[in-house]
């Protein structure tokens, strides 16, 4: 056995051989028990390399990992609020706090949200709306109708079935985080979560304070229990769009 | 600091999964397979990419890199692979399966390997790279990859036959 017929068993092996000198390759492997043997063992050399080294969960990208990428898109995205606070903690503090909107209904368009009591949920059809049909973005707000702004961050299929979205609503000065999750039965989008980012007084007055660890961590908290996997990729998520989701 | 474009973060963030996958099989140990995966975003978000860089190809890059660099700091390799590792109070040797000997002979030998060939034959071997593509995530001519690739499989496999002839 010598090298070059090494070479060409690996090339063979991985595919790089061009049709003429596999053909060859093949005609010698049936005349030569030698070659064929190397070949097998080459084979089951690959074989057990997959198995050592692709066990189950071994692509399992830790959801703090993803939202270093995530955070980075947020950060580079200039509109009209002053500061974010990275979910890695990069050590900007802001006044954040949890508003535990949990149970807050964003209703499709065919609802009317009249409850007013807050920002994000006076305009939900809006929001429902931008959520229904916003492709996530690192760069782009989409401008809802009552002067706010929305930008999705991302989409993820949660634990019972039903699509997610994480996403931004900006309105004024004052600035929100949140997740909301679609109904498969009426396709309502549901907040399952939603944290204050900012607001003017945390950024200017005399009662800046640090944000508590738990607060924007809530969101990657909750991603975390709940994504079933990776966040979907621009087509995944474009095509779900495309077809309302289903 | 040098930021990514919407459309460089996303490709990267479609290939965190292979990259993850990459990250163990580099190191053999889920943990050090996370800390690897994060040391190379943070490096890729600190360090940037040029505008014409292929996303995916330039993380694996880093992602090597990163991990020559921590083979260098630590001078030891990391123990591999966890998977087929014994725990403390496991079965002795002789009831393990034939085929855990096997997985673990060969994740032994191939630590034993040189670097270089290590990360082409997992490239190509593993990960299904393309030799093209492992030769430009290495930065290497293609013809080196492959030479690289077929003596790794030549110490491989006469390393597990005289293992299987003990």
């Known amino acids: 056995m010598t090298e070059h017929d090494f070479e060409l068993l690996s090339q063979y092996l991985d595919g790089e051989l061009g049709d003429a000198e596999a053909a060859a390759l093949e005609q010698r492997l049936a005349n030569e028990p030698g070659l064929r043997s190397t070949l097998d063992s080459m084979r089951r050399v690959d074989d057990d390399l997959r198995a050592a080294l692709h066990p189950p969960g071994c692509d399992r990208v830790p959801r703090h990992v993803a939202a270093l990428l995530e955070e980075a898109g947020a950060k580079s995205n200039v509109v009209p609020f002053p500061s ?17 909107a949990v149970g807050l209904w964003l209703a499709p368009q065919w609802q009317v949200a009249e409850r007013g009591a807050h920002p994000a949920d006076a305009a939900n059809d809006l929001v429902a709306q931008a959520l229904e049909n916003t492709p996530s973005s690192a760069d782009e707000w989409t401008p809802l109708d ?24 900006g309105r004024g000065t ?70 309302d989701w289903q | 600091m040098p930021s990514l474009s919407g459309s460089q973060r996303a490709a990267l963030l479609d290939e965190l999964s292979g990259l993850r996958r990459f990250c163990f099989s580099l190191t053999g140990s889920q943990a050090d397979a996370d800390d690897l995966l994060q040391a190379t975003v943070e490096k890729v978000l600190e360090k940037g990419m040029p505008d014409d860089a292929h996303p995916a190809k330039w993380a694996y890059r880093v992602c090597k890199n990163a991990w020559i660099d921590e083979l260098r700091a630590r001078e030891v390799r990391q123990r591999y692979p966890e998977q087929v590792e014994e725990p403390d109070g496991a079965p002795s040797a002789e009831l393990v399966a034939g085929r855990e000997r096997q997985v673990s002979a060969v994740g032994e030998a191939m630590e034993a390997l040189p670097t270089e060939q290590r990360l082409a034959l997992t490239l190509v071997a593993v990960e299904g790279k393309t030799y093209a593509e492992a030769a430009d995530i290495l930065e290497v001519p293609v013809g080196t990859i492959m030479s690289r690739i077929a003596r790794a499989r030549r110490q491989l496999a006469d390393t597990i036959d005289v293992s299987h002839d003990d």
């Open chain 1, 146 to 169: 009552d002067g706010g702004q929305l930008r999705a961050v991302l989409s993820f299929a949660g634990a019972s079935g039903q699509w997610c979205r994480e996403y931004q609503l």
């Open chain 1, 174 to 243: 004052e600035q929100w985080r949140g997740v909301a999750c679609r109904s498969r039965d009426s396709g309502a989008w549901h907040t399952q979560v939603l944290v204050e980012e900012h607001s003017a007084a945390a950024a200017t007055g005399a009662d800046y304070q640090p944000a508590g660890a738990g607060d924007l961590d809530t969101i990657s908290n909750y991603i975390g229990e709940h994504a079933t996997d990776i966040p979907l990729s621009a087509s995944e998520e474009s095509e779900l769009i495309a077809n």
């Open chain 1, 84 to 100: 974010r606070r990275g979910r890695a903690g990069v050590g900007l503090a802001v006044a954040a706090s949890l508003l535990a």
